[in-house]
Protein backbone atom coordinates (compact mmCIF):
# COMPACT_ATOMS: atom_id res chain seq x y z
CA UNK A 1 0.00 0.00 0.00
CA UNK A 2 1.88 3.02 -1.38
CA UNK A 3 1.02 5.73 1.17
CA UNK A 4 3.14 8.50 -0.93
CA UNK A 5 2.49 8.23 -4.26
CA UNK A 6 3.94 10.26 -7.84
CA UNK A 7 1.26 9.09 -10.31
CA UNK A 8 3.64 10.95 -13.58
CA UNK A 9 6.92 8.61 -13.96
CA UNK A 10 7.78 11.18 -16.34
CA UNK A 11 7.59 14.94 -17.35
CA UNK A 12 9.24 17.11 -19.96
CA UNK A 13 9.87 20.98 -19.85
CA UNK A 14 10.74 23.38 -22.21
CA UNK A 15 13.13 25.47 -20.77
CA UNK A 16 12.51 28.64 -18.98
CA UNK A 17 9.25 27.32 -18.29
CA UNK A 18 7.72 26.11 -15.20
CA UNK A 19 7.92 22.70 -13.81
CA UNK A 20 5.12 21.83 -11.68
CA UNK A 21 5.70 17.94 -10.20
CA UNK A 22 2.80 16.27 -8.39
CA UNK A 23 2.87 14.42 -5.18
CA UNK A 24 -0.67 12.49 -3.19
CA UNK A 25 -0.23 10.78 -0.06
CA UNK A 26 -2.57 9.36 2.23
CA UNK A 27 -1.74 9.50 5.78
CA UNK A 28 -2.43 12.72 8.04
CA UNK A 29 -0.04 11.44 10.51
CA UNK A 30 2.91 12.83 8.44
CA UNK A 31 4.72 15.71 10.09
CA UNK A 32 6.84 17.14 6.90
CA UNK A 33 7.17 16.76 3.68
CA UNK A 34 10.26 16.71 1.53
CA UNK A 35 11.29 16.92 -1.95
CA UNK A 36 14.81 15.00 -3.45
CA UNK A 37 16.54 15.48 -6.44
CA UNK A 38 18.52 12.31 -8.05
CA UNK A 39 21.46 12.04 -10.50
CA UNK A 40 22.11 9.02 -12.57
CA UNK A 41 24.53 7.20 -10.61
CA UNK A 42 24.38 8.86 -7.41
CA UNK A 43 22.44 9.49 -4.34
CA UNK A 44 19.53 11.55 -3.19
CA UNK A 45 20.02 14.53 -2.78
CA UNK A 46 17.74 17.01 -0.58
CA UNK A 47 15.99 20.11 -2.01
CA UNK A 48 13.11 21.71 0.21
CA UNK A 49 10.79 20.90 2.49
CA UNK A 50 7.35 21.75 3.88
CA UNK A 51 6.11 21.28 7.53
CA UNK A 52 2.64 19.88 7.81
CA UNK A 53 1.18 23.51 9.37
CA UNK A 54 2.38 25.34 6.57
CA UNK A 55 0.90 25.66 3.25
CA UNK A 56 4.33 27.26 0.76
CA UNK A 57 7.68 27.50 1.49
CA UNK A 58 9.74 28.84 -1.04
CA UNK A 59 13.36 29.01 -1.85
CA UNK A 60 14.63 30.55 -4.90
CA UNK A 61 13.36 28.95 -7.95
CA UNK A 62 12.04 25.70 -6.09
CA UNK A 63 8.84 26.51 -4.25
CA UNK A 64 6.23 23.55 -2.79
CA UNK A 65 3.01 23.93 -1.82
CA UNK A 66 0.97 21.50 0.46
CA UNK A 67 -2.78 21.51 0.57
CA UNK A 68 -3.70 18.87 3.61
CA UNK A 69 -7.04 18.98 2.91
CA UNK A 70 -6.46 17.50 -0.39
CA UNK A 71 -3.63 15.31 0.93
CA UNK A 72 -1.47 16.62 -1.90
CA UNK A 73 1.59 18.62 -2.43
CA UNK A 74 3.35 20.11 -5.29
CA UNK A 75 6.41 21.02 -6.34
CA UNK A 76 7.36 24.03 -8.72
CA UNK A 77 10.30 24.66 -10.84
CA UNK A 78 10.70 28.49 -12.30
CA UNK A 79 12.29 28.96 -14.24
CA UNK A 80 13.09 25.53 -15.50
CA UNK A 81 16.89 24.49 -16.38
CA UNK A 82 18.89 21.77 -18.32
CA UNK A 83 20.44 20.98 -14.81
CA UNK A 84 17.19 20.64 -13.39
CA UNK A 85 16.66 17.41 -15.10
CA UNK A 86 16.57 14.30 -12.82
CA UNK A 87 14.47 12.19 -10.82
CA UNK A 88 12.24 13.97 -8.19
CA UNK A 89 11.32 11.86 -5.14
CA UNK A 90 8.66 13.31 -3.04
CA UNK A 91 8.91 11.95 0.61
CA UNK A 92 7.16 11.87 3.96
CA UNK A 93 8.20 11.69 7.47
CA UNK A 94 5.96 10.08 10.41
CA UNK A 95 7.01 11.17 14.07
CA UNK A 96 10.12 9.51 14.84
CA UNK A 97 11.76 10.41 11.46
CA UNK A 98 11.32 7.80 9.23
CA UNK A 99 10.96 8.65 5.48
CA UNK A 100 8.42 6.98 3.19
CA UNK A 101 9.54 8.05 -0.58
CA UNK A 102 6.96 8.13 -3.54
CA UNK A 103 8.32 6.55 -6.76
CA UNK A 104 9.71 9.39 -8.49
CA UNK A 105 8.92 11.68 -11.34
CA UNK A 106 11.84 11.49 -13.91
CA UNK A 107 11.97 15.56 -15.00
CA UNK A 108 13.25 15.95 -18.64
CA UNK A 109 13.98 20.12 -19.31
CA UNK A 110 15.26 20.58 -22.80
CA UNK A 111 16.82 23.56 -24.20
CA UNK B 1 35.42 15.07 2.32
CA UNK B 2 32.18 15.06 4.91
CA UNK B 3 29.87 12.89 4.21
CA UNK B 4 28.81 9.37 3.28
CA UNK B 5 30.93 6.62 1.53
CA UNK B 6 29.18 3.38 0.62
CA UNK B 7 31.09 0.06 -0.80
CA UNK B 8 31.26 -1.41 -3.27
CA UNK B 9 30.15 0.41 -5.73
CA UNK B 10 28.42 -2.16 -7.68
CA UNK B 11 28.87 -6.09 -6.92
CA UNK B 12 28.06 -9.44 -8.56
CA UNK B 13 27.07 -12.09 -6.75
CA UNK B 14 25.57 -15.38 -7.07
CA UNK B 15 22.58 -16.64 -5.15
CA UNK B 16 23.13 -18.00 -1.91
CA UNK B 17 26.62 -16.55 -1.03
CA UNK B 18 26.37 -13.95 1.69
CA UNK B 19 27.66 -10.48 1.08
CA UNK B 20 27.59 -7.17 3.53
CA UNK B 21 27.38 -3.51 1.90
CA UNK B 22 29.68 -1.30 3.89
CA UNK B 23 28.56 2.35 5.02
CA UNK B 24 30.50 4.83 6.63
CA UNK B 25 29.70 8.44 7.74
CA UNK B 26 32.00 11.14 9.16
CA UNK B 27 28.96 13.87 10.35
CA UNK B 28 28.33 12.17 13.77
CA UNK B 29 25.40 11.54 12.85
CA UNK B 30 23.25 9.75 15.40
CA UNK B 31 20.62 8.11 12.71
CA UNK B 32 21.53 5.85 10.13
CA UNK B 33 19.12 4.30 7.36
CA UNK B 34 19.48 1.31 4.55
CA UNK B 35 17.24 1.66 1.31
CA UNK B 36 16.70 -0.03 -1.84
CA UNK B 37 15.50 1.61 -4.70
CA UNK B 38 13.58 -0.10 -7.68
CA UNK B 39 12.43 1.32 -10.34
CA UNK B 40 8.27 1.90 -9.83
CA UNK B 41 8.85 2.03 -6.04
CA UNK B 42 11.15 4.64 -5.24
CA UNK B 43 13.28 3.59 -2.24
CA UNK B 44 12.02 1.55 0.14
CA UNK B 45 13.36 1.73 4.03
CA UNK B 46 15.27 -1.88 4.82
CA UNK B 47 16.66 -1.08 8.68
CA UNK B 48 17.39 1.63 10.58
CA UNK B 49 19.49 2.93 13.57
CA UNK B 50 18.34 5.65 15.57
CA UNK B 51 21.38 5.64 17.64
CA UNK B 52 24.66 3.71 18.39
CA UNK B 53 23.67 0.05 19.79
CA UNK B 54 19.81 0.06 18.39
CA UNK B 55 18.85 -1.00 15.37
CA UNK B 56 14.75 -1.22 13.95
CA UNK B 57 12.74 -2.89 10.96
CA UNK B 58 12.17 -1.09 8.09
CA UNK B 59 9.40 -1.28 5.43
CA UNK B 60 11.08 -4.86 3.96
CA UNK B 61 13.67 -6.48 6.16
CA UNK B 62 13.63 -9.87 5.27
CA UNK B 63 16.63 -11.36 4.34
CA UNK B 64 18.50 -8.50 5.43
CA UNK B 65 20.93 -7.63 9.02
CA UNK B 66 22.23 -4.95 10.59
CA UNK B 67 24.46 -3.43 13.25
CA UNK B 68 25.50 -0.18 14.81
CA UNK B 69 28.77 -1.14 16.75
CA UNK B 70 29.62 2.55 16.70
CA UNK B 71 28.77 5.95 15.02
CA UNK B 72 30.12 6.31 11.52
CA UNK B 73 29.36 2.57 10.56
CA UNK B 74 26.12 0.91 9.31
CA UNK B 75 27.00 -2.50 7.74
CA UNK B 76 24.22 -4.15 5.70
CA UNK B 77 24.00 -7.98 5.26
CA UNK B 78 22.79 -10.26 3.20
CA UNK B 79 23.13 -13.54 4.77
CA UNK B 80 22.11 -15.77 1.81
CA UNK B 81 21.27 -14.01 -1.48
CA UNK B 82 18.48 -14.17 -3.36
CA UNK B 83 17.56 -12.76 -7.34
CA UNK B 84 15.02 -10.87 -5.71
CA UNK B 85 17.81 -9.06 -4.08
CA UNK B 86 18.63 -7.34 -7.03
CA UNK B 87 18.62 -3.58 -6.45
CA UNK B 88 20.33 -0.41 -5.98
CA UNK B 89 21.34 0.03 -2.27
CA UNK B 90 21.47 3.28 -0.77
CA UNK B 91 22.92 4.22 2.78
CA UNK B 92 21.77 7.56 4.35
CA UNK B 93 22.00 9.69 7.62
CA UNK B 94 20.53 12.31 9.39
CA UNK B 95 21.45 14.73 12.48
CA UNK B 96 18.37 13.17 14.79
CA UNK B 97 15.98 10.60 14.14
CA UNK B 98 13.49 12.70 15.90
CA UNK B 99 11.84 14.63 13.18
CA UNK B 100 11.45 18.50 13.48
CA UNK B 101 14.02 20.33 11.79
CA UNK B 102 16.79 17.73 11.82
CA UNK B 103 14.54 15.37 9.57
CA UNK B 104 16.97 16.10 6.38
CA UNK B 105 18.65 12.52 5.63
CA UNK B 106 22.01 13.16 3.57
CA UNK B 107 22.66 9.86 1.15
CA UNK B 108 25.50 8.11 -0.09
CA UNK B 109 26.27 7.29 -4.06
CA UNK B 110 24.69 3.91 -3.46
CA UNK B 111 25.62 0.33 -4.55
CA UNK B 112 24.97 -1.47 -7.44
CA UNK B 113 23.94 -5.20 -6.48
CA UNK B 114 22.77 -8.14 -8.81
CA UNK B 115 22.18 -11.35 -7.55
CA UNK B 116 22.78 -14.09 -10.53
Known amino acids: DQQVKQNSPSLSVQEGRISILNCDYT??????FLWYKKYPAEGPTFLIS?????DKNEDGRFTVFLNKSAKHLSLHIVPSQPGDSAVYFC??????????FGQGTELSVKP | IAGITQAPTSQILAAGRRMTLRCTQD?????MYWYRQDLGLGLRLIHY???????GKGEVPDGYSVSRANTDDFPLTLASAVPSQTSVYFC???????????????FGPGTRLTVT
Open chain 2, 92 to 106: ASSASPAGGDNYEQY
Open chain 1, 27 to 32: NSMFDY
Open chain 1, 50 to 54: ISSIK
Open chain 1, 91 to 100: AATLPGGKLI
Open chain 2, 27 to 31: MRHNA
Open chain 2, 49 to 55: SNTAGTT
